[in-house]
């Protein structure tokens, strides 16, 4: 599927609403419900079985998304803020909370994603954040991104965990 030109238009979704989906160990889309689908401006069926990097907005730091893997992957939970394309090439940003799920075995069998709608305040120090990050990704690649990022938490003397969780 190609990917969409983004545009300036943000759309939003209401803040009691949560969209919801879960993929498989790589990341395909194995159900969503239907305030993703009417976000994504995609049909159920486009979705189904699409990595879920096809509403990856190109101004989301790669950094992110390797900390997000490395996390789930590792069987933990984690928070995020994305900025997502929608398939006419709007965007909305999301407070996502990402877990993997388990078989009886405790293999991991696919990933849960929740997501609100972000606060304004914590969006402000998210877009600064990421407009740095993708700075840094651009003039020295995504491990310069990665280690900026680390320092900056190890000057607030947190976590990442507890710096999403604080904004």
Known sequence: MPKQTPTNNEVTFPEDNIIVSKTDTKGRITYCNELFIQMSGYSEEELLDQPHNILRHPDMPRAIFKLLW????????????????????????????????????????????????????????????????????????????????????????VSYEEFIISL
Do not use: H
Request: include cysteine.
């Open 70 to 157: 490395n996390t789930i992957q590792s069987k933990e939970e984690i928070n995020a803020y994305a900025k997502n394309l929608c398939k006419d090439g709007s965007y909305y940003w999301v407070f996502a909370n990402v877990t993997p799920s388990f078989d009886e075995k405790d293999n991991i069998i696919g990933y849960f994603s929740v997501r609100r709608k972000p606060k304004q305040a914590s969006l402000n120090i998210i877009k600064d954040l990421y407009t740095k990050l993708l700075q840094i990704e651009k003039s020295s690649g995504m491990e310069a991104s990665m280690k900026y990022l680390q320092e900056l938490l190890k000057e607030k003397g």
